[in-house]
């Protein structure tokens, strides 16, 4: 059986302010972020605290929830820039979400993105695994990671039917 480790959404904010001043030290300023659906709604909402700057969504379907890691043959749209905002135009956007597992799905997302009008594109995510990636980043992309971890299944509590069961189990965890 796979390692599991679970996260508090106290855990996560500390790691996202982290994220976030990580992304200010940064060369480029960013003007808007794209969460990644939807993983990644909840960490950009977070972010928004501390980049304050608005956040815009896309929705890819690639793994599948029921099955802890299993995936599809390839990676769908579900919802999408189309068109891309006018307001998006030339501008810098941080494409955000919860973990940087076999990168599959932020190649998709990044490859999709570098083909509309935007400035520069970065990558933030709260989780990045310690594992070889089927996808492949572009050249230079500006990219941030809260923490680099184990490949474990991470358990979010955002996806928790019973919280005080997560935090428990949160509490006896072993972080990475």
């Known amino acids: 059986m796979e390692k599991k480790v679970w996260y508090t959404y106290d855990d996560i904010h500390r790691v996202l302010k982290s994220l976030a001043e990580k992304v200010q030290a940064g060369r480029v300023k960013y003007d808007a972020m794209i969460a990644i659906g939807g993983g990644g709604f909840i960490p950009a909402r977070i972010l928004r605290c501390f980049l304050n700057i608005p956040i815009y969504a896309v929705t890819t ?6 099955y802890q890691g299993k995936h599809a043959e ?3 749209k579900i919802q999408w820039l189309d068109p891309l905002p006018e307001n998006l135009v ?3 956007v941080l494409v ?3 973990v940087d597992d076999s990168r599959v ?3 998709f ?7 509309l009008d ?3 594109i970065g990558i933030a995510v709260l989780h990045e695994k310690k594992k070889e990636k089927k996808g492949k980043l572009p050249e230079g ?5 809260g923490i680099v971890v184990e490949d474990w299944w991470i358990n979010y509590p955002w996806d928790a039917e019973d919280i005080e069961e997560h935090n428990q189990l949160a509490k006896q965890s072993e972080k990475i």
């Open 118 to 120: 935007l400035g520069t």
């Open 141 to 145: 992309i500006p990219y941030y990671s």
């Open 105 to 107: 799905t932020m190649e």
């Open 96 to 98: 955000v979400d919860e």
């Open 109 to 115: 997302v990044l490859n999709d993105l570098s083909k």
């Open 74 to 76: 390839s990676v769908k």
């Open 90 to 92: 030339g501008k810098n």
């Open 61 to 66: 379907a690639y793994y599948d929830s029921e």
